[in-house]
């Protein structure tokens, strides 16, 4: 079956750590997004990537980084530099029409220890 | 800034009853939308998309643009407890961007 695959499940974080969490997918989409979300609120984009090796900042990009090396993989960091990194994320990506509908992976709850 | 709003709830419905949700947006350009239901703890699900001016129907889910007013709804008919959860409204916001509502939680109650 085709779909995102986010992993792990749930991840902890001890303060100075950089964790990182892995986004794949199998549905040969060109664009990949992650998005942050905190209790009761919205959806914040972090990162998006067009295309391999290309990856733009989103609204709220500082404390992670990204990488695109492979079309199906669009692994996020959250390093040190992201003080308050306790958030649901959610990693979704599309085939890049614009009008093209989002799909979302099953996502990781993040917690600072 | 391109925007789209929607009533934070909670929206308390009867079982079998029709919930009325509303999503209104601030680019007269954009031209689709979805409704992604979240339930708690979970990732959103897409339930509904709309591309055209009036009403798409899929079983007990329809969805309504209204382009002139710019307003997107969606409505539940015969809303069962397991409907109960946020709909998020999203249309595309720009090059591979998207923008979300906030979410309006639905309950309903048996």
């Known amino acids: 079956d085709g779909g995102i695959t986010q992993s792990p499940k749930y991840l902890f974080r001890k303060e100075g750590q950089n964790v990182t969490l892995s986004c794949e997918q199998n549905?040969?989409?060109?664009?990949m997004y992650w998005y942050r979300q905190d209790p009761g609120q919205g959806l914040r984009l972090i990162y998006y990537?067009?295309?391999?090796?290309?990856?733009q900042k989103g609204d709220i990009a500082e404390g992670y980084s990204v990488s695109r090396e492979k079309k199906e993989s669009f692994p996020l960091t959250v390093t040190s530099a992201q003080k308050n990194p306790t958030a649901f994320y959610l990693c979704?990506?599309?085939?890049?029409?614009?009008?093209?509908?989002?799909?979302f992976g099953s996502g990781t709850q993040l917690s600072v220890l | 800034q391109k925007e789209v709003e929607q009533n934070s709830g909670p929206l308390s419905v009867p079982e079998g009853a029709i919930a009325s949700l509303n999503c209104t947006y601030s680019?007269?350009?954009?031209?689709?939308f979805f409704w992604y239901r979240q339930y708690s703890g979970k990732s959103p699900e897409l339930i509904m998309f709309?591309?055209?001016?009036g009403d798409k129907e899929d079983g007990r889910f329809t969805a309504q643009l209204n382009k002139a007013s710019q307003y997107v709804s969606l409505l539940i008919r015969d809303s069962q407890p397991s409907d109960s959860a946020t709909y998020l409204c999203?249309?595309?916001?720009?090059?591979?961007?998207?923008?979300f509502g906030t979410g309006t939680r639905l309950k309903v109650l048996a």
């Open positions: 990537s067009q295309i391999v090796n290309d990856f």
């Open positions: 709309i591309y055209s001016n």
């Open positions: 999203a249309t595309p916001g720009g090059t591979y961007k998207y923008i």
């Open positions: 549905l040969n989409h060109d664009a």
């Open positions: 680019d007269r350009g954009s031209q689709s």
């Open positions: 979704a990506s599309t085939n890049g029409d614009s009008n093209e509908k989002l799909f």
